[in-house]
């Protein structure tokens, strides 16, 4: 059964995700919703009278919502609860007056249990990104400037994308549709003749102010071996920038990336990975 989230639950939601991957991420998701930074709520799943598993849900705009952060206890795997707990998650943004809802999984070449639960709940596969995180650039290289390009939207749904990657406090996507026009093409570029999508925003960590950049990169660069040292240029001097683009370019990119940046190495100036962005219409 759903129950929405309550502060006193964290020691039973620990208890079980800390043998999960990526604990931190539990964490960050219920302190971006308690704190009342991103618009949802984050629930939790009780069989047997008690918790088995953690999720949440953002309501990122009046249209899309987006699941994050599913872990369940190891002891219930493989017994439905992920795919029962999803459909009731459904109930609830479908409540809440969002007409679609999506969510990301590491792409994999062999199916994965999770393909097989959006499958069973009739999710489609929107979009297959890479999403590559950078934090240092190259050195003897101007920093470009963008041109405004103010047909973002269009452009990128003739290419055949679906959605859009923004990130502030999560790794979101809402839907590339006409009724997001306004925003995504105020957010529109050119650089050297090639679109981008530019979403900035400031944070603090520990104590000390940063800088954020995420980049939607939809059409192929002529010469990658060119155009990626400019964009790395664009990195902030203290942040990161995230690059969301087309899994089928994932190793010719990076590979420009680190001949750009010879010292670039995994966590150590950049993360790589790549996503599965599944959609379901409510």
């Known amino acids: 059964m759903l129950e929405k989230y309550r502060p006193e639950y964290f020691r039973e939601v620990a208890r079980f995700a800390r043998k999960c991957d990526n604990f931190f991420y539990v964490k960050l998701i219920i302190k971006a919703h308690t704190n009342g930074r991103v618009p949802g709520e984050c629930h939790v799943w009780r069989e047997d009278g008690r918790i088995v598993a953690f999720s949440a849900a953002a309501f990122l705009n009046p249209d899309d919502a987006w699941l994050w952060g599913m872990r369940v206890d190891p002891d219930y795997r493989n017994k439905g609860v992920a795919a029962k707990f999803t459909r009731a998650q459904l109930r609830v943004v479908k409540a809440a007056g969002r007409t679609w809802a999506g969510l990301n999984t590491l792409d994999h070449r062999k199916p994965a249990p999770t393909f097989r639960v959006m499958e069973k709940l009739g999710f489609r596969v929107e979009d297959v990104y890479a999403d590559d995180v950078y934090w240092r650039k190259p050195k003897r290289v101007a920093r470009p400037r963008f041109v405004p ?3 973002f939207l269009d452009h990128s749904v003739s290419l055949g994308r679906r959605t859009y990657f923004h990130s502030q406090h999560g790794w979101f996507c809402s839907r590339l549709i006409p009724v997001r026009a306004k925003d995504v093409n105020q ?6 003749g090639v679109p981008l999508m530019v979403k900035r925003w400031r944070y603090v960590e520990k104590g000390r102010r940063y800088a954020g950049m995420a980049v939607n990169l939809f059409d192929r660069p002529p ?4 155009f990626v040292p400019r964009l790395l240029a664009l990195v902030p001097q203290r942040g990161h920038m995230v690059v969301n683009y087309p899994a089928e370019w ?18 150590r100036g950049y993360w790589p990975s790549t996503w599965r962005i599944y959609g379901k219409e409510l």
Do not use: E
Request: aromatic share 10%.
């Open 250 to 267: 994932q190793y010719q990119f990076r590979a420009a990336a680190r001949a750009a940046v010879p010292k670039l190495r995994k966590n």
């Open 187 to 192: 957010q529109g570029r050119m650089l050297d």
């Open 149 to 151: 390009f103010r047909g």
């Open 223 to 226: 010469d990658l071996q060119t």
